[in-house]
């Protein structure tokens, strides 16, 4: 017979031993997941090394685009992909197949640890790399045309190129979340215990760069979520721009003090003061005011009426704001008084740098010399808003320009202007306003006389324009609308929109430069129509006719690739014989 004791202890021995197996079992698991994802991983590499890098340098070849701005997209990724192909998945797979003799992975990721820190100059490229994707796929059709021929491919499993592109920022921390789960499967007496541990000191100062930069991407990602809640309309996709806080809110009405529902979005730049749409579809938000956070400032306010009570005063608007509770209150105070102190702090550090930097540092280019020496280029990372009309830069709507004259950096409608430079043998060249002026000797009396983008008269343009005409014209998904429509001879790359051919100002211009025309019509009662999409703006226009639609997609080809019509082809329409119906005047 055998004892009880003796039994318990056979029972005791027998779980310590199923305890052991389960540890080295979830060991063996660990290591078998390590080498499933790096083949997976490995796929995706020859995917963005082998293909999209391949064929887009291919095509750039042939010279559709610049070869520099393709190996700037994928930085050192072939270099990447080589180490893992060749190196790294070959060795797990080896070991794996040893896994009974050889029970460890510590070895040999502490062997090729080191070579991780080539993800540094990857990840330090990210940012400017997606910025390249936007700015190239929006500039270049064949670009634009490879990348989504592509992406229909099944091995991209319908995900972008940009998804694609940070697979390799988030492969880091992969890595460290693994070996962090084996060392604590792994007893401290293991012969795999200090390679394990070496391994993940390597590993995790990688992944340190690679978690800011996948913050960075998911605060991108943010604030196109929110773009879109905006309807499309508000400058806000900038790797600049932080979202802080967002929430509902109530507003005292200034008269009678009624509250009314709204919506802030505080950024660490500006708070967005919206108003709730109510609609199933399209945006959920329309903003009210813009509120920079520059001089604004945050007072607590008292009204027994309508307790949880703040003011924010701003340059632009002075708002009282009710919160849903007082804890509500305390964090959209805090939210708002740190944003304030963080952004002040930002801007005397720079103006710090900027004087150190500049104190001693004569003018580059007086205005006797403008046009007549080359100019030092303001780099485009030390601005982030024109530096002339001071709106700030964004990848959608407000890209960075230089001025051949000054080189300062500036916004396309800051450097809407061309004069003759002698340093570059009297050609034209692409200029600032300032500088134009200067060039060309416009007086100061008829400076004065100059009128806005928007305040130039239909009359005006129309009678000296490549082409005019009326054309019904529809934004995004709001009502047709009947325009009259002009792309002037001094601007041939704008198009300017009026309500009528002698209104004094332009309910709107689109500049055409870098526009895709598609001159598909939209359906069949509509059969003159087309459209211009510029990323996600897109306007469509419909003309009377198929004559009058070839007439102005003629010029606005011309107008999207930066260029202008002949002289030559001059077809010219009276201003006074335009009636309802729809005429043209080109020349």
């Known amino acids: 017979l055998i004892s009880k004791e003796c039994i318990n202890e056979h029972k005791t021995f027998s779980l310590l031993i199923f305890l052991q197996e389960t540890d080295e079992q979830k060991r063996h698991k660990i290591a078998s997941e390590l080498l499933q994802t790096e083949k997976a991983y490995v796929s995706r590499l020859d995917l963005l090394d082998g293909v999209f890098y391949s064929r887009l340098l291919e095509e750039a070849n042939r010279g559709s685009f610049p070869a520099e701005v393709i190996n700037k997209i994928f930085s050192n990724i072939s270099s990447i992909n080589a180490f893992h192909s060749k190196f790294l998945l070959p060795e797990l797979e080896k070991r794996m197949q040893e896994w009974t003799t050889t029970p460890r992975i510590g070895d040999i990721l502490q062997k090729l640890a080191p070579f991780l820190k080539?993800?540094?100059?990857?990840?330090?490229?990210?940012?400017?790399?997606?910025?390249?994707?936007?700015?190239?796929?929006?500039?270049?059709?064949?670009?634009?045309?490879?990348?989504?021929?592509?992406q229909k491919e099944k091995v991209c499993g319908n995900l972008t190129l940009q998804h694609h592109m940070l697979e390799p920022v988030q492969r880091i921390p992969r890595y460290e979340m693994l070996l962090k789960d084996y060392l604590r499967k792994l007893p401290q007496d293991s012969l795999d215990w200090k390679d394990a541990e070496k391994s993940l000191e390597i590993i995790s100062t990688a992944a340190s760069h690679s978690n800011s930069a996948i913050r960075k991407m998911e605060n991108l990602k943010k604030l196109l979520e929110i773009y879109e809640m905006l309807g499309e309309e508000e400058d806000i996709v900038n790797p600049s721009n932080e979202l802080i806080k967002e929430g509902q809110i109530l507003k005292l009405a200034a008269r009678n003090t009624s509250a009314q529902e709204r919506y802030l979005f505080l950024f660490n730049n500006m708070l967005l003061y919206c108003v709730p749409k109510f609609s199933l579809v399209g945006s959920k938000f329309s903003v009210r005011t813009r509120v920079g956070i520059d001089g604004m400032k945050i007072i607590e306010t008292h009204n027994e009426e309508y307790p949880h009570t703040f003011q924010v005063s701003g340059k632009?608007?002075?708002?009282?704001l009710q919160a849903s509770s007082e804890q509500d209150k305390e964090e959209w105070i805090k939210a708002l008084q740190n944003t304030i102190e963080a952004f002040q702090q930002r801007n005397e550090t720079f103006r710090n740098a900027i004087a150190k930097e500049y104190e001693d540092m004569p003018?580059?280019?007086s205005n006797a010399e403008l046009g007549k020496r080359a100019p030092r280029w303001i780099r485009d990372n030390e601005v982030t808003m024109c530096m002339k009309c001071k709106e700030p830069f964004n990848a959608l709507t407000r890209r960075r320009h230089h001025c051949r004259a000054c080189g300062h950096v500036v916004c396309w409608k800051c450097s809407d202007y061309k004069a003759h430079l002698e340093y570059d043998g009297n050609k034209l060249n692409k200029v600032c306003k300032d500088c134009y002026h200067v060039i060309i000797g416009c007086t100061d009396s008829e400076e004065k006389k100059k009128k806005?983008?928007?305040e130039i008269e239909s009359a005006e343009v129309s009678g000296n324009s490549v082409i005019c005409s009326f054309l019904q014209y529809m934004e995004k998904s709001k009502p047709w609308q009947k325009a009259w429509c002009v792309i002037p001879k001094q601007e041939a790359l704008v198009l300017y929109m009026y309500g009528a051919p002698q209104d004094v100002k332009a309910l709107a211009t689109i500049p055409l430069l870098g526009y895709t025309v598609d001159d598909t019509p939209r359906s069949a009662d509509l059969p003159h129509s087309f459209k211009l999409t510029q990323s996600k703006?897109?306007?469509?226009?419909?003309?009377?006719?198929?004559?009058?639609?070839?007439?102005?997609?003629?010029?606005?080809?011309l107008a999207v690739k930066g260029e202008t019509p002949e002289c030559q082809n001059e077809l010219q329409v009276n201003l006074e014989e335009q009636t309802e119906s729809s005429k043209t005047c080109e020349c």
């Open 118 to 150: 080539m993800y540094g100059e990857y990840v330090k490229n990210f940012d400017n790399a997606m910025e390249l994707v936007k700015t190239w796929t929006e500039r270049s059709p064949q670009f634009k045309f490879i990348i989504q021929d592509i």
């Open 316 to 320: 632009e608007r002075t708002l009282e």
């Open 363 to 365: 003018v580059e280019v």
């Open 452 to 454: 806005g983008i928007l």
């Open 537 to 557: 703006s897109v306007h469509s226009f419909a003309a009377d006719n198929e004559e009058l639609k070839q007439k102005w997609l003629k010029v606005i080809h």
